[in-house]
């Protein structure tokens, strides 16, 4: 049976652990330029419906480190920006191509693939989840922090696609995790409700960033309007007056806590330039490691 990335809920612990391990791995042996070419002559298609830095060059840079081949399309220079469905994309797409990376709107549209897709399907960011991001935010916690045990993780900001992704993180690993969100900017309800039947009493969610922030040892914001909700932008900058993780709320932290941002960040709004900027970020190894944990994902799934 084909297995897709979709959402972290379709995989258990160990699976994720094993992922972790691999992407460390693959670290390891990329800085030590020892070939690890798992996926020789494999084409791995990378489809983008929004705009993208990270996640585009390292899946290109990765599918080339393992010996595969990358291949990009936007929406809106192929025939599924002209209303092909996506059950036909899907199907002549997996003729050609040993696996697809998708990056869109709708969680909908990802299962969409991934039912006619006779290839693995990886999600690279949806309205509701982002998981190969939490994955490298999981691998650099566990570089600086040795494990993601017995941590307190703290979520500060928009109830949005990566919060969802680590309630479920957080349900599936079984740490803490303290979300604090503005009214009317919760994480999506069905994530949340899942989650806390499957670990009752891990997550908690407030408006005050103080009490999600106190004695955290790791704290992650993003930005107040996602991809898609730019028109809110003003109203939102509004509602989220108080969640700029500046100096003052990470001082209710532990002094050792670290920072994670998926970026890209806006200064001065969801974060400050001192904290990004500080002692306490580690998001440059993050970002970096968005590319050995996809590496992992690829080489696990495609086959
Ligand atoms: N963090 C992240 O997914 O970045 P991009 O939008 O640049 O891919
Ligand atoms: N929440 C952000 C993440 C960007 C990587 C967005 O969806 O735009």
Redesign the pocket.
């Given at each position: 049976m084909t297995r897709h990335f979709l959402a972290l809920h379709d995989y258990t612990k160990n699976e994720l652990d094993a992922l972790l391990a691999l992407a460390d791995d693959l670290k390891r042996k990329q800085k030590e330029g020892i070939p690890h070419r798992m996926l020789a002559d494999k084409t791995v298609a990378l489809i983008f419906e929004?705009?993208?830095?990270?996640?585009?060059?390292?899946f290109e840079v990765g599918v080339f480190q393992l010996g595969g081949h990358g291949l990009f399309m936007s929406s809106a220079t192929s025939q599924m920006g002209r209303g092909e469905p996506i059950k036909d994309s899907a199907r002549v797409m997996s003729r050609y191509c040993d696996g697809i990376m998708i990056?869109t709107f709708g969680q909908e549209i990802v299962d969409e693939f991934a039912k006619y897709s006779t290839v693995p399907i990886i999600n690279?960011?949806t309205d509701l989840f982002?998981p190969?991001?939490i994955m490298a935010d999981l691998q650099t916690v566990i570089e600086h922090k040795k494990s993601y045990e017995g941590l307190v993780f703290a979520w500060v900001g928009d109830g949005n696609n990566m919060a969802n992704t680590w309630i479920e993180a957080a349900a599936i690993f079984g740490f803490e995790l303290r979300l604090a969100c503005p009214h009317g900017y919760e994480p999506d309800q069905n994530v949340m409700a899942w989650a806390q039947s499957k670990a009752p009493g891990l997550i908690t969610l407030t408006t005050d960033p103080k009490v999600a922030l106190r004695g955290a040892d790791v704290i992650n914001t993003d930005v107040w309007a996602s991809?898609g909700q730019e028109s809110e932008q003003k109203e939102r900058e509004k509602a989220f007056a108080g969640y700029c993780l500046d100096n003052a709320l990470l001082a209710l932290a532990k002094p050792d806590a670290i920072v994670l941002h998926?970026?890209?960040a806006h200064r001065g709004e969801e974060i400050s330039d001192s904290v990004i900027e500080g002692k306490n970020s580690v998001v440059w190894d993050e970002?970096e490691n968005?590319l050995h944990i996809q590496k992992a994902i690829m080489a696990t799934l495609i086959k």
């Open positions: 929004k705009s993208s830095t990270r996640t585009r060059v390292s990056r690279g960011l982002h190969c991001q991809m998926c970026l890209p970002a968005r």
